[in-house]
């Protein structure tokens, strides 16, 4: 990867979450389709890569975080839930990230992931914005209920602590402007004993659009004290992760978007908190080449999981990739069409062949926002009533029960 020298700022300190010290404070955010073992890997690799060749090669690159799985189909080993915990042979700490909804459950399945070790770090989910998840009380909408959140923490932790597995929250700000609840949910998930909060800036019924609130990140830093506070929202170079920690002194970030099509940001993001400001600026082959590198990674990460043609699905699943990886070239459009409808590999690399692949890195064009940002929703899809009370009664309690879903994501 081509790289650029910058000059050196300040370092910041390492992340610690329970026993795993992170050299670099940066988590990779989990998403639905995204952050599987393959995109995980290629992080890892291009940063690595690109740090060596910027003579920085003891520098470490973050903390990579699974695809959310559902408590209850882990529990029920669902053929789909134990492919989203899969795991590379030299990734560590592994990291999972859960989602669910009742004690019992979500205890249950960290549990599992403990007693057959296949995972180091906990990571549990309230902060998922989609409609599906929210209308039956999950996600962000569940922090609301502050006894069955404190339920759920409480079950996780108590669960994952005799291993030793640390237990960490991500979450939003609250269901909107008039129902926040980042600093209650903040204060409790420390005293029952998590190892981080991680704030997304946005409420859920700002989905992704607008502004990441900053601020609020800042106010949950001064009310927990004990526990490393990480940010989240608005993170789409290294610069903006620098100037979030400057903003609001959190003690690390965590970036979903930013690095879509751009799996090599880590390296950038490493440097920079290493106090040394190398960016990647890859040329138009070096882009392809990590493209099809991910194709690779994606094939043998679903024959591994049994599918019967992986390069095929793999192929399939590079498609909504493309255009994030492209943002800025000068490719036409005729040639973003087919290559985000190519099959195999060999159809992937006739269509690059025709490409203009000494074009230099675009610069602008190629930075800033990536993936959907949506548009803020009037009302947030939540069980009848969910807003009456903060504590789980009636329907509510119905509704919970039935809020896990039989599959994964979000």
Request: charge should be negative; glycine fraction near 10%.
């Amino acid at each position: 990867m081509t790289t650029i020298a910058l000059p050196e700022a300040p370092a910041v300190p390492e992340l610690s979450i329970g026993p795993h010290r992170i050299g670099t404070p940066v988590v990779l955010a989990p998403m639905a389709g995204i952050t599987n073992a393959a995109f995980r890997q290629l992080c890892r690799e291009l940063a690595g890569q690109a740090l060596a060749d910027a003579g920085l090669p003891g520098v470490g690159a973050g903390l990579y975080v699974s695809e959310m799985v559902t408590s209850r189909a882990l529990v029920e080993r669902s053929p789909e839930s134990m492919r989203l915990i899969q795991h590379g042979p030299g990734e560590s700490p592994r990291s999972v990230q859960l989602y669910g909804v009742d004690p019992a459950t979500v205890g249950a399945a960290v549990r599992m992931l403990v007693d057959e070790d296949r995972a180091d770090h906990i990571d549990l989910n309230f902060g998922c914005p989609v409609p599906k998840v929210t209308r039956k009380g999950g996600g962000s909408a569940l922090p609301w209920k502050a006894t069955l959140f404190r339920d759920i923490v409480r079950e996780a932790v108590r669960a994952a602590g005799p291993a030793g597995v640390p237990v960490t929250v991500k979450m939003r700000k609250g269901v909107d402007d008039d129902h926040l609840t980042f600093l209650d949910a903040g204060r409790t998930a420390e005293q029952e004993g998590v190892a981080a909060v991680s704030l997304h800036g946005r409420t859920a019924a700002q989905y992704y659009s607008g502004r990441a609130d900053w601020t609020a990140i800042a106010q949950l830093k001064e009310a927990v004290t004990s526990i490393p506070v990480l940010g989240n929202g608005d993170v789409w170079s290294a610069d903006d992760a620098l100037e979030m920690v400057r903003q609001t002194g959190c003690d690390g970030v965590v970036v979903g978007r930013g690095c879509l099509g751009r799996p090599w940001l880590f390296a950038d993001l490493a440097a920079a908190f290493a106090g040394q400001q190398v960016r990647v600026t890859p040329t138009l082959a070096e882009v392809t080449a990590a493209m099809r590198r991910h194709v690779e990674l994606l094939a043998e990460h679903y024959a591994e999981a049994g599918y019967p043609d992986g390069e095929r699905k793999a192929c399939r699943d590079i498609r909504k990739h493309v255009a994030w990886y492209l943002k800025g070239f000068a490719v036409g459009q005729p040639s973003r069409a087919a290559l985000a409808m190519v099959d195999t590999l060999a159809d992937l690399d006739a269509l690059v062949a025709e490409l203009d692949l000494s074009q230099p890195w675009p610069g602008d064009p190629a930075e800033g926002q990536r993936g959907r940002a949506g548009t803020p929703q009037k009302r947030v899809a939540l069980p009848d009533g969910w807003l009456d009370s903060r504590e789980l009664q009636g329907e509510s309690a119905r509704m919970i029960r039935e809020a896990e879903l039989s599959v994964s994501g979000g």
